[in-house]
């Protein structure tokens, strides 16, 4: 079984700062990793995807993440945030390979940029 | 046009009613699923389907079915529902492994109140 964890459930930050938004996983089994994001009352969409390769991974809209396998992370990061980015961002992961399919997905993080 | 669409998008029924909630999709994917979204808990999958005889429950089945009535139509089933199926529902698709790129995309959303 896969678990993932964020481990802020809120982050208030400055716009034009950078910012952090960390995610944990467990897993037997090689895994994807995924980061969705959330605007208010749309659906999900996807900032960016590890499925293998280069441990950075660079998504839409100035996000990218880094897959740590020996830490079991996957943080996401943005240098300069913008007040469009206010949203809830969602971490997820999924079995490998012929497994991919099913996402367990974080508790969620509300990314709020302040003026 | 949006790719997954569903309907209602809002709902408010009473305790023991049933209801059905539809998804259609014209990605051509044959990988479909439901989730429900409640805050601080992420979203987490109802049922999934990887083709259309293929149906599995997934971490929380209890209390609703799903029928795959096509490759692009899967709808979710609450059989009398109660005021703790109250969430947001997400229907989302995905092609299938090697075939693509390995993201689900997702509808709007229902939002269901259960009174």
């Known amino acids: 079984a896969q678990s993932v964890t964020q481990l802020d459930s809120q982050v208030p930050v400055f716009e034009e700062a950078p910012v952090e938004l960390r995610c944990n996983y467990s897993?037997?089994?090689?895994?994807?990793l995924f980061w969705y994001v959330q605007y208010p009352n749309q659906g999900l969409q996807l900032l960016l995807k590890?499925?293998?390769?280069?441990?950075l991974v660079k998504g839409i809209n100035g996000f990218e993440a880094e897959f740590n396998k020996s830490q079991t992370s996957f943080h996401l990061r943005k240098p300069s945030v913008h007040i469009s980015d206010t949203a809830e961002y969602f971490c997820?992961?999924?079995?490998?390979?012929?497994?991919?399919?099913?996402?367990?997905f974080g508790q969620g993080t509300i990314l709020t940029v302040h003026p | 046009d949006a790719d997954v669409t569903q309907t209602p998008r809002n709902r408010i029924t009473k305790t023991g009613k049933r209801i059905m909630l539809e998804c259609s999709q014209t990605k051509g994917h044959d990988r479909m699923y439901w989730y429900r979204q409640d805050p601080g808990l992420g979203l987490r999958l109802i049922y999934y389907s990887f083709d259309v005889k293929d149906i599995n429950k997934g971490e929380i089945s209890d209390g609703y079915s799903v029928s795959r009535q096509a490759q692009a139509k899967f709808s979710l089933s609450l059989e009398s529902a109660i005021p703790n199926q109250t969430a947001l529902y997400f229907c989302?698709?995905?092609?299938?492994?090697?075939?693509?790129?390995?993201?689900?995309?997702f509808g709007p959303g229902t939002r269901l109140t259960v009174t």
């Open positions: 997820a992961v999924s079995e490998g390979g012929t497994s991919y399919g099913k996402l367990t």
């Open positions: 989302a698709t995905s092609d299938s492994p090697g075939q693509g790129s390995y993201e689900q995309y």
């Open positions: 897993s037997s089994v090689s895994v994807y």
């Open positions: 590890y499925l293998s390769g280069s441990t």
